[in-house]
């Protein structure tokens, strides 16, 4: 047997398929929307999936479950304590799927949800009692463990939730061998805890070592300290959770209404009747110009995680693409749920090549340039500019430019307002959320908004101005 882990850097996410070759059967944990690299690895070693495993409803991104149950006929199993609307093995601590040499057997561990479960993966060509690894969902990662304040709002509190935590970690995890591999579904860039390790797999040996949240404590001081200075989670993520639950479409028949090319004068009707206009390119293609009124998130990043964030949920979408790239766009939304696309531009930008009337640019300023206009050395480029840092409360604490102020990307529609009239110059960490924020700002209308090239990098590398003083060091 073996055990195979995908990563999704996007999303950092880990899905995993587990393979006998006694039996050619195959199971799959936690699997992306996406599923057919999971389908051609199978059918290329001659498996059949017959199983797939939820560890929990994922806030997220929709997990694949009903298409592999659609398309390779598998059976879905879950905790037992999930309230799932598609028809499922409901799973308690010790229940077990075993196939050939391989035996999967639930651990109930509770905690970041309700229902989460891990699970055992024993190797019985080697051992019957020693499980080979334990695949722990969101309950435990390499470094951390799961948030457990995402589900307060749908009637459980995170105070209960870190009660069960408490005990899935101290009473089950930490009692397994050693040796044992531990593969999580997340690593370093989820938003479902605050610390994971950009590692993707460890021991359980390990994780006593080095996890904060495995050290011995009281049940209080572990509460305390699992509960605090979490990232803000995007709106979707209670969608995703709840959607999780569902019966609902598959991928390819959410995709098969949303791939339309559309002229540029059917996407303007459904600008002016409120659709989102969403442009994917990279941020400086998108600032050398893009249509009146676009939002920009590039591909090239966490696309699926801040078009989450800065999208509304129920709104139509109309995307923007180089010619090409538009199925990409669609099929990462749908990563996330996001399933009411429009369709996409016919022709991209260059269907705007003849109407000017209708494209926008976005000035860009290096770090030195910056600088001279605040120190009022710039008079041509207008009043001295405010400063807005829209990378996270913790990294700005860390260092930032002298004088700045800081909007987090999450809030910066909601908090426009307390940005002072006048020219704006927006930044994050190297740029990439700064492209989004600037587009946000000139979408609802903000007047002089520039961006800085290279994020607070670049002001670093440069020798400016920072707070704290000789706050950070350029990388």
Known sequence: ????????????????????????????????????????????????????????????????????????GATIHIGRRADAEFACVSMKDGDAVEFGDVRIEVLETPGHTPEGISLLVFDLATSRQEPLAVLTGDTLFIGDVGRPDLLASVGVTADE????????????????????????????????????SKETVSTIGEQKKFNYALQPMSREAFKAIVTEDQPEAPDYFVHDAILNRKERAS????????????????????????????????????????????????????????????????????VIAEEGGEEEAVMR?????????????????????????LVEHTPRITAPALAEWLAGSRPNLGATPTV???????????????????IPLPDLEDRAGQIPNGPVVVHCEGGYRSAIAA?????????????????????????????????????
């Open 251 to 318: 991928l390819h028949d959410a995709m098969k209404d949303s791939l339309k090319p559309l002229p540029i004068d059917e996407v303007l009707a459904l600008q002016r009747s409120g659709a989102q206009v969403l442009d994917v390119r990279d941020g400086l293609e998108f600032e050398g110009g893009h249509l009146k009124g676009a939002l920009n998130v590039g591909l090239a990043g966490k696309y699926a995680t801040w078009a989450g964030s800065v999208l509304d949920l129920h709104t139509p979408i109309v």
């Open 1 to 72: 047997m073996r055990i195979q882990q995908y990563y999704l850097a996007c999303l950092s996410h880990a899905s995993y398929m587990i393979f006998d070759d006694v039996t050619k059967t195959a199971a799959v944990v936690d699997p992306q929307r996406d599923v057919d690299h999971y389908l051609a690895d199978a059918d290329a070693g001659g498996y059949s999936i017959k199983h797939v495993f939820l560890t929990h409803f994922h806030a997220d991104f929709i997990s694949g479950h009903i298409e592999l149950r659609d398309r390779a």
């Open 161 to 196: 939730l870190a009660d069960m935590l408490y005990d899935s970690i101290t009473g089950k995890l930490v009692k397994l061998p050693d040796a044992t591999l531990v593969y999580p579904a997340h690593g370093a860039g989820s938003l479902c805890g605050k610390a994971l």
């Open 333 to 357: 939304l749908g990563r996330i749920g996001y399933d009411h696309v429009a369709g996409y531009l016919a022709g991209g930008m260059s269907s705007l090549e003849s109407r000017d009337d």
């Open 388 to 406: 807005v840092d829209v990378r996270s409360e913790k990294e700005y604490a860390a260092g930032h430019v002298a004088g700045g102020l800081n």
């Open 439 to 475: 587009s946000v700002l000139q979408q609802i209308g903000r007047p002089g908004v520039h961006d800085l090239v290279g994020g607070y990098k670049a002001w670093l590398a440069a020798r400016l101005p920072s707070e704290p003083a000789g706050a950070g060091t350029a990388t």
